[in-house]
C-alpha cells in the first residue's frame, strides 16, 4: 500500500517543489516532502521483502524512525508559514526534539508494545493544539479544517496499531493494513494544506 503511495506522493512531491512561491516556502517545502517520502519509501521496502532477522530489525528501525521525520516533516511548513515567529520557532524546536526522542527510543527500544509508540506518535502529532486558534486565523478556514481532519485520521490509525484490532481478514487486511490506509488518506489532507500554503 505504502509502496503506491510513495510513487504518487513523489510526483506531488516534485510539483509541489516546482511550484513553490518563494525560497522560505521552498525550504519548508523540501522538508516536508523529505520526511514523508522517507516514511512512506522506509516503510515500502520494510514490508515488501522477507528480511533476514537482522536486517529485519534494522529495517523495522529505520520504519519507526521515519515516522517522526514525517510528523516533524509536515509541522515544518506549519511552524515556518502559518504562525508568529516567536510561536513558530518554539513549536518548531519542540517538535524536532520530540523527533529525536522518538527516533532514539525507536533505536534503542524497537519491541515497545505498539501502544506506546501509537502514545507518542498522537501525543507529537498534536503538540499543536495550543496553537490551534492561530492557526485558524493565519491558515484560513479550508486549510484549517483539512489540517484538523488529517490530524483525526491519523489518529484513528494509530488507535487501530495501538489496540491491534480489528482482524477483518486475518494475515490478508486487518488493523495494520488499516493503519497504513489512514496513515495516506492523513499525509493526502496535510499534503492539500501546505501545497495550498507554499504555492500561494
Known sequence: ???????IFLGACVVLLTETANNKKLLAATIYSIGLLSMLGVSSV?????????LRTIFRKLDHSAIYLQIAGTFTPICLLALDKN???????????????GIVKSIFWIKAPKFVSAIFYVVMGWLAVPYLSDLKTHLGHINFVLLVAGGVVYTVGALFYASKRPKIVPNVFSYHELFHFFTIIGALLHFIVIYRMVTI
Open 1 to 7: 500500500m505504502h509502496q503506491e503511495a510513495f510513487f
Open 46 to 54: 520494510y514490508h515488501r521483502f522477507h528480511w533476514q532477522p537482522k
Open 87 to 101: 510561536d513558530g520557532v518554539f513549536l518548531l524546536k519542540l517538535v524536532w526534539a520530540f523527533a529525536v526522542f
